[in-house]
């Protein structure tokens, strides 16, 4: 709470405000993340490098699929592995999805151009 004082020798009001420090909450939202002692195994941050050996390992064809499903399964008992694999999980859905439904797209009018290529071919024989 904030306190007035009103005592001033001339009369007029001085405002003097003290904060109260003990009610005031936490406002380091940005804590030092090269000290990464405070933090436990299961929420200690991934370095950037980490971050590049993560994704060259997901990279490989088929032992990245594997890794991928195993750490966003809970293979790692890290919560930032766990979220990195599974939003890497989670773009590999998508561009499937995006393959597949492109590839629809593709088949349908590819038919349909091939057929008409066909169909004027025989016009010129």
Avoid: H
Avoid at 33 to 53: E, H, L, R
Avoid at 103 to 119: E, Q, R
């Amino acid at each position: 709470m904030d306190e007035q004082n009103f005592n001033n020798s001339n009369g007029t009001q001085n405002m003097q405000y003290t904060q109260n420090v003990q009610n005031t909450p936490n406002m380091n939202y940005a804590p030092n993340m090269n000290n990464t002692q405070n933090f436990s195994n299961d929420y200690k941050p991934i370095s950037a490098w980490g971050y590049v050996g993560y994704q060259l390992l997901f990279a490989i064809p088929i032992v990245g699929f594997i890794c991928i499903i195993v750490f966003s399964l809970g293979g790692s008992t890290n919560q930032n592995v766990k979220n990195f694999a599974r939003s890497y999980l989670c773009m590999w859905l998508i561009a499937i999805i995006v393959a597949i439904i492109v590839g629809i797209i593709t088949a349908v009018l590819g038919v349909g151009i091939f057929g008409t290529a066909s169909n004027l071919s025989s016009y010129y024989y």
